[in-house]
């Protein structure tokens, strides 16, 4: 047992001598497949419309119910931006729904919008798109 680890410490030894990457290095470096490469679903959110938004939702669209409203107690005023948002709920989805509700009760929606790769949610007239 003892020779075994003697010869184990050895070649390692003359392995990181002649600049060989360590065992560890090198897998390390290699690609992992059971992860999901890593996707940014970072948004910023406009309101292009002359009216104030109450309720912004979003939802995942493999799934079918809004989630809770973005804005909480707050109104998204004409021209106003909701900078850096995180769409990402953990699923690995990029595709999500969006629903905008207005104070005078009109609703614009967006669906199956791919959020890792558009950064910009724009609320407008016609409805809800990504850029």
Known sequence: MRIRMLMLATALAALSASGAPALAETIASEPSSASPPVQNRRVNIYNDTNQDVYYFKISNSNTTNWGPDLLGSNVLSPNEVVYNYNVDDGSG???????????????????????????????????????
């Open 93 to 131: 989805q990029c595709y999500f729904d969006f629903r905008a509700e207005f104070g005078g009760g009109g609703v614009r929606t967006g669906m199956r919008i791919n959020v890792c790769s558009v950064s910009q949610i724009r609320i407008r007239a016609e409805g809800i798109v990504g850029y």
